[in-house]
T-cell receptor, first 113, second 115 residues
Protein backbone atom coordinates (compact mmCIF):
# COMPACT_ATOMS: atom_id res chain seq x y z
CA UNK A 1 0.00 0.00 0.00
CA UNK A 2 1.29 3.44 -0.90
CA UNK A 3 1.46 6.05 1.78
CA UNK A 4 3.48 8.20 4.10
CA UNK A 5 5.12 6.83 7.21
CA UNK A 6 6.12 9.05 10.08
CA UNK A 7 8.10 7.94 13.09
CA UNK A 8 8.12 8.03 15.97
CA UNK A 9 4.44 8.56 16.72
CA UNK A 10 5.18 9.92 20.19
CA UNK A 11 8.43 11.49 21.33
CA UNK A 12 9.53 13.04 24.58
CA UNK A 13 12.49 15.34 24.67
CA UNK A 14 14.37 17.15 27.35
CA UNK A 15 15.05 20.82 26.89
CA UNK A 16 18.28 21.45 25.01
CA UNK A 17 18.14 18.25 22.96
CA UNK A 18 17.82 17.99 19.22
CA UNK A 19 15.38 15.41 17.86
CA UNK A 20 14.80 14.13 14.35
CA UNK A 21 11.39 13.12 13.02
CA UNK A 22 11.35 10.68 10.15
CA UNK A 23 9.10 10.92 7.09
CA UNK A 24 9.13 8.37 4.27
CA UNK A 25 6.78 8.17 1.28
CA UNK A 26 6.36 5.53 -1.41
CA UNK A 27 3.87 7.49 -3.51
CA UNK A 28 6.56 8.68 -5.93
CA UNK A 29 5.59 12.27 -5.12
CA UNK A 30 7.99 15.07 -5.97
CA UNK A 31 6.91 17.52 -3.25
CA UNK A 32 7.07 17.03 0.49
CA UNK A 33 6.12 19.25 3.41
CA UNK A 34 6.37 19.59 7.16
CA UNK A 35 3.57 21.26 9.08
CA UNK A 36 3.12 22.01 12.73
CA UNK A 37 -0.29 21.96 14.42
CA UNK A 38 -1.05 23.49 17.81
CA UNK A 39 -4.42 23.22 19.59
CA UNK A 40 -7.02 25.55 18.10
CA UNK A 41 -4.74 26.56 15.25
CA UNK A 42 -4.51 25.57 11.66
CA UNK A 43 -1.53 23.91 10.09
CA UNK A 44 1.55 26.09 9.78
CA UNK A 45 4.21 25.33 7.19
CA UNK A 46 7.71 24.72 8.51
CA UNK A 47 9.61 23.62 5.40
CA UNK A 48 8.79 22.30 1.97
CA UNK A 49 10.69 20.58 -0.81
CA UNK A 50 9.62 20.69 -4.44
CA UNK A 51 12.26 18.26 -5.62
CA UNK A 52 15.18 16.18 -4.41
CA UNK A 53 18.17 18.15 -3.08
CA UNK A 54 16.10 21.32 -2.78
CA UNK A 55 14.04 22.71 0.09
CA UNK A 56 12.64 26.07 1.15
CA UNK A 57 11.66 27.70 4.42
CA UNK A 58 8.00 27.99 5.22
CA UNK A 59 6.34 30.41 7.63
CA UNK A 60 7.88 29.12 10.87
CA UNK A 61 11.27 27.62 9.96
CA UNK A 62 13.27 29.08 12.86
CA UNK A 63 14.64 26.32 15.09
CA UNK A 64 14.06 23.58 12.51
CA UNK A 65 16.18 21.99 9.80
CA UNK A 66 15.48 19.49 7.00
CA UNK A 67 17.23 17.55 4.28
CA UNK A 68 16.01 15.97 1.03
CA UNK A 69 18.72 13.62 -0.15
CA UNK A 70 16.29 11.02 -1.51
CA UNK A 71 12.92 11.48 -3.17
CA UNK A 72 11.28 9.22 -0.61
CA UNK A 73 12.64 10.83 2.54
CA UNK A 74 12.25 14.25 4.18
CA UNK A 75 13.42 14.17 7.83
CA UNK A 76 12.82 17.13 10.15
CA UNK A 77 15.19 18.04 12.97
CA UNK A 78 13.78 20.06 15.84
CA UNK A 79 16.76 21.84 17.32
CA UNK A 80 17.29 23.24 20.78
CA UNK A 81 16.86 26.69 19.23
CA UNK A 82 13.13 26.05 18.76
CA UNK A 83 11.65 27.83 21.77
CA UNK A 84 8.29 26.06 21.97
CA UNK A 85 8.64 22.68 20.25
CA UNK A 86 5.77 20.81 21.92
CA UNK A 87 3.30 20.22 19.08
CA UNK A 88 1.82 17.75 16.61
CA UNK A 89 4.05 17.50 13.53
CA UNK A 90 2.61 16.43 10.21
CA UNK A 91 4.52 15.38 7.13
CA UNK A 92 2.74 15.52 3.78
CA UNK A 93 3.46 14.94 0.12
CA UNK A 94 1.91 15.87 -3.20
CA UNK A 95 2.49 14.88 -6.80
CA UNK A 96 3.89 18.34 -7.44
CA UNK A 97 4.23 21.56 -5.49
CA UNK A 98 1.64 23.36 -7.60
CA UNK A 99 -1.23 21.28 -6.20
CA UNK A 100 -2.97 21.62 -2.86
CA UNK A 101 -3.94 17.97 -2.82
CA UNK A 102 -1.81 16.77 0.04
CA UNK A 103 -1.46 13.30 1.49
CA UNK A 104 -0.55 13.28 5.17
CA UNK A 105 1.31 10.88 7.39
CA UNK A 106 -0.15 9.92 10.76
CA UNK A 107 1.80 12.59 12.58
CA UNK A 108 4.39 12.74 15.33
CA UNK A 109 3.51 14.20 18.70
CA UNK A 110 6.52 15.82 20.36
CA UNK A 111 6.48 16.75 24.03
CA UNK A 112 9.28 18.67 25.68
CA UNK A 113 9.67 17.85 29.34
CA UNK B 1 -6.91 39.89 9.46
CA UNK B 2 -6.17 36.20 9.14
CA UNK B 3 -5.42 34.97 5.64
CA UNK B 4 -7.96 32.14 5.90
CA UNK B 5 -10.66 32.44 8.49
CA UNK B 6 -13.13 29.87 9.80
CA UNK B 7 -15.55 29.89 12.68
CA UNK B 8 -13.88 27.52 15.16
CA UNK B 9 -17.26 26.32 16.44
CA UNK B 10 -18.15 23.89 17.76
CA UNK B 11 -20.99 23.52 15.28
CA UNK B 12 -23.55 21.06 16.52
CA UNK B 13 -26.21 19.57 14.24
CA UNK B 14 -28.66 16.69 14.67
CA UNK B 15 -28.24 13.51 12.67
CA UNK B 16 -29.82 13.83 9.24
CA UNK B 17 -29.54 17.62 9.11
CA UNK B 18 -27.43 19.74 6.75
CA UNK B 19 -24.16 21.00 8.21
CA UNK B 20 -22.86 24.24 6.70
CA UNK B 21 -19.21 25.15 7.16
CA UNK B 22 -17.87 28.49 5.99
CA UNK B 23 -14.46 29.92 5.16
CA UNK B 24 -13.32 33.36 4.03
CA UNK B 25 -9.95 34.28 2.57
CA UNK B 26 -8.07 37.53 2.09
CA UNK B 27 -5.90 36.91 -1.00
CA UNK B 28 -8.03 37.82 -3.98
CA UNK B 29 -5.55 36.07 -6.27
CA UNK B 30 -6.15 32.65 -4.70
CA UNK B 31 -6.82 30.03 -7.30
CA UNK B 32 -7.76 26.76 -5.65
CA UNK B 33 -9.63 25.75 -2.53
CA UNK B 34 -9.63 22.60 -0.45
CA UNK B 35 -11.55 21.02 2.40
CA UNK B 36 -9.75 18.59 4.70
CA UNK B 37 -11.37 16.50 7.42
CA UNK B 38 -9.42 15.71 10.58
CA UNK B 39 -10.66 13.26 13.19
CA UNK B 40 -9.47 13.83 16.74
CA UNK B 41 -5.85 12.77 17.15
CA UNK B 42 -5.52 11.86 13.47
CA UNK B 43 -4.04 13.52 10.40
CA UNK B 44 -6.08 15.53 7.86
CA UNK B 45 -7.50 13.89 4.75
CA UNK B 46 -8.67 15.67 1.63
CA UNK B 47 -12.41 15.41 1.02
CA UNK B 48 -13.16 18.11 -1.56
CA UNK B 49 -11.46 20.64 -3.79
CA UNK B 50 -12.92 23.35 -6.00
CA UNK B 51 -11.29 25.64 -8.53
CA UNK B 52 -14.20 27.44 -10.26
CA UNK B 53 -17.04 29.60 -9.02
CA UNK B 54 -20.22 27.71 -8.27
CA UNK B 55 -21.04 24.37 -6.71
CA UNK B 56 -19.26 21.05 -6.84
CA UNK B 57 -21.01 17.96 -5.53
CA UNK B 58 -19.52 14.66 -4.39
CA UNK B 59 -21.93 12.33 -2.66
CA UNK B 60 -23.25 14.01 0.48
CA UNK B 61 -20.69 16.81 0.20
CA UNK B 62 -21.08 20.05 -1.77
CA UNK B 63 -18.36 22.67 -2.01
CA UNK B 64 -19.41 26.20 -2.96
CA UNK B 65 -17.06 28.92 -4.17
CA UNK B 66 -17.72 32.62 -4.61
CA UNK B 67 -14.51 34.38 -5.63
CA UNK B 68 -16.13 37.84 -5.79
CA UNK B 69 -17.10 37.57 -2.12
CA UNK B 70 -13.97 35.58 -1.24
CA UNK B 71 -15.69 32.76 0.52
CA UNK B 72 -15.87 29.03 0.17
CA UNK B 73 -18.26 26.73 1.98
CA UNK B 74 -18.82 23.05 2.54
CA UNK B 75 -22.29 21.56 2.92
CA UNK B 76 -22.76 18.10 4.35
CA UNK B 77 -26.21 16.66 3.68
CA UNK B 78 -27.78 13.93 5.81
CA UNK B 79 -25.12 14.44 8.48
CA UNK B 80 -24.01 11.33 10.35
CA UNK B 81 -22.29 10.98 13.72
CA UNK B 82 -19.26 9.68 11.76
CA UNK B 83 -18.99 13.16 10.19
CA UNK B 84 -18.04 14.56 13.60
CA UNK B 85 -14.55 15.97 13.07
CA UNK B 86 -12.62 19.18 12.51
CA UNK B 87 -12.95 20.56 8.99
CA UNK B 88 -10.01 22.55 7.68
CA UNK B 89 -10.33 25.00 4.83
CA UNK B 90 -7.16 25.51 2.76
CA UNK B 91 -6.53 28.10 0.08
CA UNK B 92 -3.75 28.02 -2.51
CA UNK B 93 -2.16 31.16 -3.89
CA UNK B 94 -1.16 31.59 -7.50
CA UNK B 95 2.30 30.20 -8.26
CA UNK B 96 4.46 32.49 -10.34
CA UNK B 97 6.78 30.64 -12.71
CA UNK B 98 8.60 27.99 -10.72
CA UNK B 99 7.77 29.55 -7.36
CA UNK B 100 5.63 27.73 -4.86
CA UNK B 101 2.01 28.79 -4.55
CA UNK B 102 1.52 28.80 -0.82
CA UNK B 103 -1.24 26.64 0.70
CA UNK B 104 -2.71 28.37 3.74
CA UNK B 105 -4.95 26.58 6.24
CA UNK B 106 -7.69 28.03 8.39
CA UNK B 107 -7.88 27.11 12.06
CA UNK B 108 -10.65 24.60 11.43
CA UNK B 109 -14.29 24.23 12.46
CA UNK B 110 -15.23 21.51 14.93
CA UNK B 111 -18.40 19.74 13.81
CA UNK B 112 -20.43 17.54 16.14
CA UNK B 113 -23.32 15.49 14.78
CA UNK B 114 -25.51 14.19 17.59
CA UNK B 115 -27.91 11.24 17.25
Amino acid sequence: DGGITQSPKYLFRKEGQNVTLSCEQNLNHDAMYWYRQDPGQGLRLIYYSQIVNDFQKGDIAEGYSVSREKKESFPLTVTSAQKNPTAFYLCASSIAANTGELFFGEGSRLTVL
Amino acid sequence: QKEVEQNSGPLSVPEGAIASLNCTYSDRGSQSFFWYRQYSGKSPELIMFIYSNGDKEDGRFTAQLNKASQYVSLLIRDSQPSDSATYLCAVKAVAGGTSYGKLTFGQGTILTVHP
